[in-house]
Nanobody, 123 residues
Framework: VQLQASGGGLVQAGGSLRLSCAASGRTFSNYNMGWFRQAPGKEREFVAAIDWSGSRTDYADSVWGRFTASRDSAEKMVYLQMNSLKPEDSAVYYC?????????????????WGQGTQVTVSS
């Protein structure tokens, strides 16, 4: 599975962005998908996950109610809708594919990673 994240940019606080992750590979529909972010000087942290079927999602407490993960397996796309953005949401955002839903918040349990897209939220 190869992943390509896009959709980042500069936005004012309170604004919205929609990140996209395009996947290639025949087995994409078998994978759970995660979104992680990494700010300068900080560790990569879990943001959101959506299971292989699209029926289950999970979010970090810091983004609950503001971010929504979705997927279109037919198009091999995964999305992260980000609303009510805050300056502390600024980071490089990565999409990732993994097999384990139980370990969905652990970056080490994902097998494939996209290259990252920069999100900057100005105050």
């Amino acid at each position: 599975v190869q992943l390509q994240a896009s959709g980042g940019g500069l936005v004012q606080a309170g604004g919205s962005l929609r990140l996209s992750c395009a996947a290639s590979g025949r087995t994409f529909s078998n994978y759970n998908m995660g979104w992680f972010r990494q700010a300068p000087g900080k560790e990569r942290e879990f943001v959101a996950a959506i299971d292989w079927s699209g029926s289950r999602t999970d979010y970090a407490d810091s983004v609950w109610g503001r971010f929504t993960a979705s997927r279109d397996s037919a198009e091999k796309m995964v999305y992260l809708q980000m609303n009510s953005l805050k300056p502390e949401d600024s980071a490089v955002y990565y999409c990732a594919a993994g097999r384990s839903w139980v370990a969905r918040t652990s970056a080490t349990r994902y097998d494939y990673w996209g290259q990252g897209t920069q999100v900057t939220v100005s105050s």
